[in-house]
């Protein structure tokens, strides 16, 4: 199809919102936190702070602060260049580089120290603020404290409030002086809650359906159809799977498929959709292998969930095998700590934690568990990982048959080399292509990418995180500040994964409810109650309504774990129900909407707007499960030595099945803000860059879809073009256009009807102008924007 872009972009100005930038992040991001942390606060404490931190200054230079980072020393240069960070003076100096001051100046740093500083440096230098204790003792930090059950607050407008979540929200908007929005219609009210629990734009009949229902519970009723739908599984596994770091391929330096971690993707869809309770839910990804299970299929479920700790990225071509092996633990424990206690517990690996109360010792503690936990089958290079078996006995049993059948095969082969005559000659070339063939179709028993139980270990302190360096021994435990200094000593026979996953989902837990209930708040409202959903710690956000937050633990806990239960919960109160109506007086008391006076406008997220352009095109295919990687067999590589990724994305099934290749993903993905799947994010960045409108105008999928959904509108033939925009507007949006708007797009088709007009045929003519017209519709904001 040919496209006047000039046109095509006027067009699009039809029902374009004004999209807000989000304001710049004050603090670090979490990853580059952890990274500082990690690999460079060490390096620097170790070989600068003698010279350069609190006690001396050599030249007026301080380097255990950010504002000793960014003032730099006497020379009167800045240590940092931003826009070219490798000719910083920093990196230069640690270089040794000719005309600047060789630092350390006896002993230069190794490589990958240099590495190290200059990878900082080019996320721009990150320096974690100090964070003040609260009053004496960190320990006394709200997350560290007992879950509340607090008493339903009284409020004046009592006759707003729906649910006792709602009096929560309202007695700080009264305490302001504040009203709530009013509610929202019902159209926008199915498209925030279908958008909310399926991650698809409700249907027109759907829509008229809602209308049309005027009993007391017509919403209540929505809310459960839409919980009902295998949809929500697949929207809300997506969730998780963000914080799981979910990927189809290793990533770092052996970029090696995980042929087999559609599984887990597909035992997380499937735990949501059939209500798991999340204590069942984090029992089984934790310590899967060591449950119970009532039947074989059960048990496999149990193996594959252990996918949670085995899914992370590996440096499989790692020639220091321990530090492998401790680097696996780290991001282990990393990503346990944020997924389920938003706590960045890798930061204690080097030295006890700058900030939260998490010693050295609680780490190399927790970290003994995941030691006597078996992730790799072999850490040889390329080291390769350990996958639990699937198979049943009859599995077992086909793969013997075949591998005997193929033993006498080769038998036969063997007993004819050498033989000249052209019988044998011919028979040979027969049974060697025989064998080929029957190699290429020999059955692969199923497994699942995972862990069970290694050598029960307690591991030394490590000093600066060093294998190399050890120090006391600690015996395997948890972190002290959460589960308190007399703690039963785990059993020497095992791990102490199943006491871990025990504790993490004792109903006492101070964060593990909490975590969770923020997480579910977030992607509702685009905000958490703590809005650093990833960190509960001291350096994270307080809670804008702690006592609501603390109720709603509470309630997750007493209704059983349950996460539809909390949709409900959350969905049916008068606070989810707001509109997104703007307050000038609201906006300058309250600019953030921190005390929830409206709703959030929310962009839809990456998979959600590729979803949409496909849904309302009808080329959405509802396939579920199975493989995500049809190119590349379980270990293959991904890139061949022309760094050339040829994973396939040509499909229409939802994008919670398309695969994550780590280093390289998904370019649509990227483009609306998917994150690095190789580490835990439960707050995914929204950004508004040029690149977005253009995808809308020129790329394949875009126009693909506008062409389909063309087809869409014209395949009612008794409609004219006014009732085929309203028709447009209902497919896509979700509501009947203005008088206006007819008109408008009215008079753009037939704009586009006459700058086609050298297309003889009247039906192939009108079927690219509406394609053009339609393109410019999904490329409106409201398209792909929840009110």
Request: net charge positive.
């Amino acid at each position: 199809m040919s496209l006047r872009f000039h046109s095509l972009a006027g067009l699009v100005t039809l029902c374009v919102l004004a999209r807000p930038v989000p304001a710049a992040d004050p603090q670090p991001a979490p990853e580059d936190v952890r990274f500082f942390e990690t690999r460079v606060r060490p390096v620097l404490a170790e070989k600068c702070f003698k010279c350069h931190g609190p006690e001396k200054q050599r030249g007026d230079l301080r380097l255990d602060t950010a504002e000793g980072v960014k003032k730099g020393g006497d020379s009167g240069r800045p240590l940092i260049t931003a826009d070219k960070p490798d000719e910083s003076l920093l990196l230069r100096a640690v270089r040794h580089a000719e005309g600047v001051e060789k630092m350390p100046p006896k002993e230069k740093l190794k490589d990958s120290e240099i590495a190290d500083l200059a990878a900082w440096v080019k996320r721009g230098a990150p320096f974690p603020a100090a964070v003040k204790a609260v009053g004496a003792d960190p320990k006394k930090h709200w997350a560290f404290q007992p879950i509340a059950d607090p008493a339903v607050p009284a409020v004046k407008d009592a006759g707003w409030a729906k649910t006792d979540l709602d009096r929560f929200v309202l007695t700080k908007l009264e305490a302001a002086g504040l009203k709530p929005a009013p509610a929202a219609d019902k159209r926008t009210l199915i498209r925030r809650a279908t958008f909310d629990l399926t991650g698809l734009p409700p249907t027109p009949e759907e829509v008229e359906a809602f209308l049309k229902d005027d009993s007391p519970n017509a919403y209540e009723k929505l809310i459960d159809r839409l919980l009902a739908s295998p949809a929500y599984g697949e929207r809300w596994g997506r969730h998780w799977l963000d914080v799981a770091r979910y990927s189809d391929s290793n990533g770092l330096d052996e970029n090696t498929a995980h042929g087999n971690a559609w599984r887990y993707r597909d035992y997380v869809i499937k735990s949501f959709n059939d209500d798991k309770p999340y204590s069942c839910f984090l029992l089984e990804q934790v310590a899967g292998d060591l449950l119970p299970a009532a039947t074989p299929a059960a048990r496999n479920e149990h193996l594959v969930a252990t996918g949670f700790l085995a899914l992370g990225p590996k440096v499989l071509a790692e020639p220091d095998e321990k530090k492998m092996e401790l680097d696996i633990v780290d991001e282990q424990i990393d990503t346990l700590g944020r997924a389920v206690l938003g706590l960045t517990l890798g930061c204690a690996r080097c030295h006890d934690h700058k900030f939260d109360p998490v010693t050295a010792a609680d780490y190399y503690g927790l970290a003994g568990v995941f030691v006597s936990t078996k992730t790799m089958e072999s850490f040889k290079r390329v080291a390769r990982w350990y996958e639990n078996s699937l198979a049943t006995p009859e599995d077992i049993k086909q793969k013997a048959g075949h591998d005997a059948a193929t033993a006498k095969l080769k038998e036969r082969i063997k007993g004819l080399t050498g033989k000249t005559d052209e019988a044998s000659k011919t028979e040979l070339k027969k049974l060697k292509e025989e064998l080929a063939a029957r190699e290429k179709a020999a059955p692969e028993l199923p497994s699942a990418m995972g862990v069970t139980e290694g050598q029960p270990t307690d591991v030394p302190v490590l000093r600066r995180g060093n294998h190399l360096t050890p120090g006391a021994v600690v015996a395997r435990r948890f972190p002290v500040v959460l589960a308190g200094e007399k703690q039963s000593a785990l059993p020497n026979g095992h791990s102490g994964r199943q006491e871990l996953a025990n504790w993490l989902t004792d109903p006492k837990h101070p964060l593990t409810a909490r975590v969770m209930v923020n997480r579910v708040w977030r992607w509702h409202f685009g905000k958490g109650l703590v809005r650093s959903v990833d960190n509960f710690g001291l350096i994270g956000e307080k809670p804008t309504h702690p006592d609501l937050l603390d109720r709603l633990a509470t309630e997750f806990v007493r209704d059983g774990w349950s996460l539809k239960k909390l949709h409900k919960r959350i969905m049916l109160s008068a606070t989810y129900r707001m509109s997104s109506a703007h307050d000038p007086r609201a906006a300058t008391v309250d600019p953030d909407n921190r005390l929830l006076w409206r709703a959030n406008v929310r962009r839809l997220e990456a998979e959600a707007v590729r979803d949409s352009l496909l849904a309302v095109g009808g080329l959405l295919d509802r396939t579920a499960g199975g493989p995500a990687l049809a190119h590349v067999q379980n270990r293959g590589y991904l890139f061949d030595h022309t760094s050339k990724d040829k994973t396939s994305y040509a499909t229409d099934r939802r994008s919670v099945y398309l695969p994550v290749i780590r280093n390289n993903l998904y370019d649509v993905f990227q483009l609306f803000d998917a994150p690095d799947a190789a580490v835990p994010n439960g707050d995914r960045a929204t950004t508004t860059v040029p690149t977005q409108a253009l995808f809308f105008l020129n790329s394949e999928l875009a126009i693909r879809a506008g062409d389909a959904l063309a087809g869409r509108v014209l395949a009612k033939p008794d409609l004219d073009d006014a009732g085929r925009v309203r028709r447009l507007f209902v497919l896509t949006y979700g509501r009947p256009p203005t008088d206006k708007e007819v008109e408008r797009v009215a008079a753009g088709v037939a704009a586009f009807e006459s700058e086609f007009a050298g297309e003889t045929d009247a039906a192939k003519r009108k079927r690219k102008a509406w394609a053009v017209v339609c393109q410019a519709a999904l490329a409106a904001n409201e398209f792909i924007h929840i009110q």
